[in-house]
């Protein structure tokens, strides 16, 4: 399976079962698919008034030798995978632990019902965090890298608890042969100057939350009496940064069909001096005001588009721009076959914490009763649940076997495909598309970027000069 696009000077094929990526001249491009499929008689005559003789039979050959090397055109074998995939004990890797249900914002769009989850007010106690950290370890069973990321409602409003969940952990390392990586999650009203210097500490990641210029960000995410949470955090947001030293954070917005400009919003954050930014489409029932609609789908991939252009000007002006989250990919590496097939391992690797203890697939279905996978004294005991989700793959999707983006999206979000099509097995087509779209122009930058490196290999280069313009910039 192969995709062609075209981004900026770029005219890009990607080998998806491969994971290659080539820039070709018009001519590659043009006739790829039939060279791969005709003869190479029936494609001179097929392109003789559109292209030289000489020239058609050189791109022919060339394009038939990258088929050879499998790294065109090249057979799926990643379905072979799926029988140890969906066979495997799980082994919990990550955990999200909703230290408050609650929040001092009242986000029009929030998922968690400004911080309740369908369910009553409530900070975690010590005791539930303790055993939670306890069943981390014992479900990681011999991994010795393992997450917790504090998560809301707003985790800040129990900073006392995340303190003493972060030391109970730290004591456990040695004794278990264990590494804790700590991330939090906030909207940042609560930060002050002890609370910056715990976190730049004992976080590995920030994610800061922002929606991008202030009458965007204001409009969705109020204070609970209706003022501007804007103007109260960006200042303690470049404190932070600021502060930070290098270690990773990111500003995380959300868009809504109420800015589908959203790339001035992204460019709003660049431009405050944040230089790790991702900014995410919203996900809401189609019957509310600020809901996505497919309607949307053309605006807001021209919207991407719009963005990596602006990164690549910026980046070809002064030799580095901002990362954007969705842009970002390594082709050279990447995603292990696991998460290539499964995604972010939502019900068997990553699990999330209620504060009363609870076990869910993942923050977006906490309060869903049916989503109950068992609490931390217990462990997992909703095993029918569990195999459910550890059977949900890219080729259990229907829509994802023929995708050719499907080795990077990896199926998409399950809660989408159950808020949407009642089933984890589907998908959500307006995430589909724009995903699908972030995808080309992140790899259309790298293509771009990679074109003015000087040191890419003189042979390669000679020959797409001479021959048909194909360059493998990087293979999986």
């Known amino acids: 399976m192969i995709h062609k696009f075209q981004f900026e000077n770029s005219n890009i094929i990607m080998d998806i079962h491969s994971g290659a990526v080539h820039v070709v001249d018009d001519i590659a491009y043009t006739i790829v698919e039939d060279a791969l499929n005709l003869s190479t008689e029936q494609v001179v005559q097929k392109y003789q008034y559109q292209f030289d003789d000489r020239q058609l039979k050189e791109t022919i050959e060339e394009l038939l030798q990258l088929q050879q090397q499998q790294i065109l ?79 809301g409602g707003e985790p800040l409003m129990n900073f006392d608890v995340v303190k003493q969940v972060v030391e109970y952990a730290r004591s456990k390392e040695d004794e278990h042969n264990k590494n804790f990586r700590f991330t939090m999650t906030t909207n940042g009203v609560l930060l002050n100057d002890e609370i910056m ?43 932070l940064v600021d502060s930070r030293n290098g270690k990773q954070y990111y500003i995380r917005g959300t868009f809504t069909r109420n800015n589908l400009d959203f790339s001035n919003d992204v460019l709003h954050i660049a431009d405050a001096g944040f230089n790790e930014i991702s900014v995410e489409p919203v996900v809401a029932p189609s019957d509310v005001d600020y809901a996505l609609q497919e309607t949307d789908i053309e605006k807001l991939c021209e919207e991407y588009e719009t ?58 279905f906490v309060g869903l009763d049916e989503f109950k996978m068992g609490d931390v004294w217990h462990g997992v005991t909703n095993f029918e649940k569990r195999n459910e989700f550890a059977q949900c793959n890219v080729y259990s999707k229907e829509d994802c076997t023929s995708c050719w983006a499907k080795l990077h999206c990896s199926g998409g979000c399950a809660a989408n495909s159950y808020n949407f099509n009642g ?10 598309e724009l995903q699908k779209k972030r995808l080309e122009c992140a790899i259309g930058l790298k293509a771009e970027i990679s074109l003015e490196v000087p040191d890419i290999s003189t042979e390669v280069r000679d020959l797409s000069i001479e021959v048909a313009s194909i360059e493998t910039i990087e293979t999986a």
């Not at 074998?77 to 249900?101: E, G, W």
């Not at 975690?124 to 998560?151: H, T, W, Y």
């Not at 089933?423 to 589909?432: A, H, M, P, Q, S």
Request: aromatic share 10%; charged share 25%.
């Open 73 to 151: 055109n090249t057979p799926d074998i990643y379905q072979d995978f799926v029988p140890a995939l969906t066979n495997r004990s799980p082994v919990v890797k990550a955990m999200c632990l909703h230290v408050a249900h609650d929040c001092n914002l009242a986000c029009k769009y929030c998922f968690a019902s400004e911080g309740e989850y369908h369910g009553e007010r409530g900070l975690m106690s010590i005791d539930v965090a303790k055993a939670a950290v306890d069943f981390l370890i014992k479900g990681s069973a011999g991994r010795r890298n393992i997450e917790i990321d504090f998560f």
């Open 197 to 239: 210097e715990f976190l730049n500490e004992h976080m590995h990641n920030v994610v800061l939350s922002l929606d991008g210029r202030r009458d965007v960000n204001d409009w969705m995410r109020p204070t609970r009496n209706g003022k501007s949470s804007y103007d109260i955090i960006m200042p303690k947001f470049r404190k």
């Open 307 to 364: 963005l990596a252009k602006e990164m690549l000007s910026r980046h070809k002006l002064c030799g580095k721009s901002f990362n954007f989250f969705h842009f970002m990919i390594d082709l050279s590496g990447g995603p292990c076959v696991h998460k290539r097939l499964a995604g972010c391992g939502s019900g068997t690797e990553y699990l999330a914490v209620t504060p009363e203890g609870d076990l869910f697939p993942c923050h977006q």
């Open 423 to 432: 089933t984890l097995n589907g998908t959500y087509r307006i995430g589909c």
